[in-house]
């Protein structure tokens, strides 16, 4: 299942990130760059980065200047999340590509690929959850709360792996049909935002 597969490999890639804890840590992606791996291992990465980057901005003693540098790098973060998300669904398409979709098939509320970039969230909120669960610097009462949220957390995830699984195997069997649209982002667009294109006149 190809949930099973993206759990393992998102674990993976961010125990391998927090092994050097630093966002500018060049990426050693072990995977082949043909492969759907690749593109998942990637994109927990960049998720697992931008994490620490959301972390820094939220210090209350950070200097504006700095916040302002964080906040565009965690827009330009945000933008390749978004591309990833996209490769991860081309893949898709190719894949399914000869499918036949059923008469009556429907198309899901979201693509498999926006679904597993929740996946990718959820294990980055569990890794952490049980960071928290083990200070020893904190209350019982503290802990037992990590705790309970973990719980929710795990399964969380386990019934969206189910769901993901479902949708793809239902893709798969023409009971449900792929259709992209891709992200429209206007904030970083020069000929779409406002401020930005009433600078350059």
Known sequence: MISQTAN???QRAIEEYHRYDDIDH???????PESLDH???????????????????????IEPEKGLYWKRRIDRQNQIRTDTV????????????????DEDASINTESPAWAIDRLSILALK???????????DVSEEH???CQDKLAILVEQRKDLSHSIDDLLTDIQEGKKYMKIYKQMKMYND????????????
């Open 8 to 10: 393992s490999i998102f």
């Open 26 to 32: 060049p990426i050693n992606n072990p995977y082949d």
């Open 39 to 61: 593109l998942l291992y990637l994109k927990c990465w960049i998720d697992t980065a931008q994490w620490h980057m959301e972390d820094v901005i939220r210090d209350p003693k």
């Open 86 to 101: 996209e490769f991860i669904d081309s893949y898709f398409l190719d894949q399914f590509a000869e499918i036949r979709a």
């Open 126 to 136: 569990i890794y952490h959850m049980e960071e928290e669960t083990r200070r020893t």
């Open 143 to 145: 802990i037992k709360s």
């Open 190 to 201: 020069p000929t779409l935002n406002p401020v930005l294109y009433r600078g350059q006149q």
